[in-house]
Each structure stands twice: as C-alpha cells, then as structure tokens.
C-alpha cells in the first residue's frame, strides 16, 4: 500500500522521469545507510547529496529525488526543492493513512522513552530511532504503513521554529511535554524560558481542541499553559495533588518498577521493565494521554510492561566481578544525569559511581551548571566520579572528594587513574553527550571488568 513514483510525483509536483511504478521500500539520506530498493534524496547538507547519487545508484537505491536530471539508469523525481520535497512527501503520507490519533511528543529529556511507552501503551507506529528532527520525521513519515491504532512522532529541537516546523508537517491531535530543562539553552538568549517557548511549539501547533500532559511539578509547562498561544488546547497536569498521578512506586531491582497510575476515576497497577522513577513519571504521562485519546486501558497498562531499555538508554548489564553497568551513554543533559543517578542508587551492590562525559550546548552557563551537577551527584549518594570534556573539571569541584577529571576519553582510558580504578562490584553509571561517545566507556568496561 505504500505510494508509487507516479503518486509521490503528483503530491509533491515533481517532475517524473523513468517508471512511475516503482514502489521505494524508504528513503534514504545517506549512502553509508541506504538499503537496496530505496529512494535516494539528495540533499544540500553540508555537501551536495547529488555527488552520491552513482554511489546511491550502485548500492541499489531504486529511484532518485534530485533537483535536476542526473544521467543515471534509474527513475528520477525532479523538484526545484529536495528539503521541501522530503518534507511535502512525509506530510502527505501521514495525511492519507493518518490513524485515530496522532501524538507528538517533546521535551528536554526522556523523549525516546516515552515515545517507546506511549507507542506501546496504544499498540500504534512511531518515529524510529531519534527520527525527531525536520529531515528525520518526514523521511520515516514517507513510508508510514496503513492501518496503524496510532502514531506517536517525536519532536526535536535546538532552536526556535523547528518544532512549529514539525507540526505544520505533522500536526498532533495530542501532545507530552516530559521536561522543560537547558538543553541546548546557548541557543536562546533568553535562557529557560526561550527553551520553554521553542517546546511549547508542539502545544500550539496541536489540532484544534486537543490535549497534552506534563508533569505538574513543572514550572515551565505551567507557564506554557497559561500562555494566550496554548489556551485553545488541554492541559492536563500529571502529578502530586492532580486528578492524574502516580502513587505505591515500587523499585524491582534489575527487574523494573512497580506503580499504580491514580485517575479521577480508578487506580491502573502498572509494571515496568525500564528502571528508575523518572521512567515512572515519563510512563504515567505516556499512560494518561493515551487515556485521555480513548485507548483501553488494560491495553494501556498491558503496553507499557512491553517496552524493554535499549542500548544507551537504560540497558543494564550484570559485571563480572559483582555490581552493575547502567548504560545511559546515548546523550545526556543535567536533569537526566540526576535522574539516572537516583536509578543507580535503586541497585544493591557495591559503592555507587559515574563515568560521564561533560554536557553540551550550555554556552555561558556551562561552568556553573557542571559544577551545579556534580554537587548534586554527591548530594545524591554517589561516592566516586570519572568525568571527562571541556568541563570536567568543574564538574569534579562541584562533585568533591572522590572525583577525577580528565581532558578526553582516552586521557581517562589510559591514566592508570581513569577506568582500571574503578573498583570491582561497583555499581556504575556511564552517560554523556552525543558529542563525546561516552559509549566507547559502556565497551570498555564490558571488555575489561566483563559482563555475566
């Protein structure tokens, strides 16, 4: 049922060359990925994707889109356009299968897990992978099979306008809010409140009379509430002394969360195999929107005790010499540094500990938000801290007694000080950002201290 090249053409007035009947499996926007049997869309990124299409071609793509005829054997959409196009393509895919609801989810942290929950939770389609941005979202959108009880997009950003962008591509009947917190705050002269403003694109970009949660302890999601932009859509505020919220959170170890989802109504009991209590607040949001969309909600519950952690984003490893790898590695803001620590510390087993790569995109406020974080490490009950990246050395002062700083990961690898020293047993947490692949500590440590 997916569109052929003389639909795609007609809905986003391309001009066809070759087959019309060729039906792409994907797209594709790099060659480094493509599978045979996709489309290659050459886009103006940097470099000029039109450059690798001949290698697109010699890997199996089975058309092109491009911005003007390339003398290559394969049937060819021809735009003036190709970012445009992309864009046009996702958004009229989505409109012609478009499911019962469509949700767009944000925020600071926690995106990915509760994108994963809130899918699961109503058995829908989402956005793969970290699919959140304005090439990612309509690329996966293209292909969007028929059918589906759901979909559920989620919605990136690092400046003003992505999101709105987003919405006008796909526009959510509903939305989640998880956080509003500083990342990438060097991009908003305005500080938390930009981030908050850039965020609550999604809220007004909702079809008209929708809902959204967040949770109610967030000052920044109330403040988006009672803007004049957002007052046409629902807030629903997830929490400590709200209809919605949460209650009896019960720590299963290795094994996951137990909670009871309250609702104006009657209590859900819900088991979770992802672990710490921000995945409690990030699940009870997930649950209370799908609910609200009119999901089932013994389907809601029995979907949520489906979603399994993946690689870097909670997955947790049994050490051989006793004790825990947490693997958070996947990226990392303040806030979710914090969030993980207090998972960790839900572990039985030895001393508690973090190696983490410093956090990006904090421009003047750098300095003082890692130290902020390091002392709120140690406030928390960790007792020893590798940190390495440009600011690993506030980070250790804010932390204390019991931190080492280094410049880079192979400064940390190598220094008899760095990883050979964290001791047998420990229960260790590995996170950072994107920037400084905080994974290649998750393989270190795997390879030397060895996993069960």
């Not at 996709?38 to 092109?64: N, Q, S, W």
């Not at 999101?163 to 002269?189: C, K, Q, W, Y």
């Not at 928390?380 to 410049?407: C, H, N, T």
Request: aromatic share 6%; charged share 20%; net charge negative.
């Amino acid at each position: 049922m997916q569109f052929d090249l003389q639909q795609v053409a007609s809905l986003i007035h391309a001009e066809l060359r070759g087959d019309g009947s060729v039906v792409p499996s994907a797209l594709s926007l790099d060659t480094r990925t493509l599978q045979p049997g996709e489309c290659f869309v050459a886009l103006h990124a940097g470099r000029d994707g039109h450059t690798f299409a001949a290698k697109a071609v010699e890997l199996g793509a089975a058309c092109l889109l491009v911005d003007h005829c390339l003398n290559l054997p394969v049937p060819q959409l021809i735009v003036p356009d190709t970012l445009a196009a992309l864009q046009s393509w996702g958004q009229a895919r989505l409109k012609a299968v478009r499911p019962h609801a469509v949700f767009g989810v944000t925020g600071s942290v926690g995106k990915t897990s509760t994108k994963d929950l809130l899918a699961a939770a109503t058995g829908g389609w989402k956005t793969p992978g970290n699919h959140n941005n304005t090439l990612g979202m309509p690329k996966a959108l293209a292909t969007m099979p028929l059918g589906e009880a759901s979909a559920v997009l989620e919605m990136g950003m690092s400046t003003p306008g992505e999101i709105l962008r987003l919405t006008e591509i796909a526009p959510p009947d509903f939305g989640v809010i998880t956080l509003i917190g500083t990342s990438h705050i060097e991009n908003f002269p305005d500080g938390q409140e930009g981030v908050a403003r850039a965020k609550g694109e999604l809220i007004a970009g909702l079809r008209g009379g929708g809902a959204w949660t967040h949770l109610a302890a967030d000052p920044w999601c109330r403040w988006i509430s009672e803007q004049p932009w957002a007052a046409r859509e629902m807030a629903v505020p997830v929490g400590d002394g709200e209809d919605f919220g949460w209650k009896d959170i019960e720590p299963m170890g290795p094994r996951g969360e137990r909670f009871t989802l309250r609702t104006p109504d009657y209590d859900l009991p819900i088991e979770l195999k992802l672990r710490g209590a921000h995945q409690v607040r990030n699940a009870s949001l997930a649950a209370v929107i799908a609910l609200l969309a009119g999901f089932d909600r013994d389907a809601v519950a029995l979907g949520l005790g489906t979603v399994e952690p993946g690689a870097g984003r909670g997955r947790l490893h049994a050490m051989a010499g006793g004790g825990w790898l947490l693997d958070e590695s996947y990226n990392a803001s303040g806030d979710s540094m914090l969030a993980c620590a207090e998972s960790l510390l839900e572990l039985k087993s030895g001393e508690p500990v973090a190696v983490l790569g410093c956090i990006r995109e904090l421009g003047e406020h750098s300095d003082r938000m890692h130290r902020e974080v390091g002392a709120g490490l140690r406030a928390k009950g960790l007792q020893r801290l590798w940190v390495y990246g440009d600011f690993a050395k506030a980070m250790a002062e804010g932390f204390g007694a019991g931190a080492i700083s280094f410049p880079d990961f192979d400064s940390m690898r190598d220094d008899p000080a760095g990883l050979s020293a964290i001791p047998d047993g420990s229960r260790i947490l590995v996170k950072g950002s994107r920037y400084w692949t905080s994974e290649q500590a998750v393989a270190w440590l795997l390879d030397h201290k060895g996993s069960v």
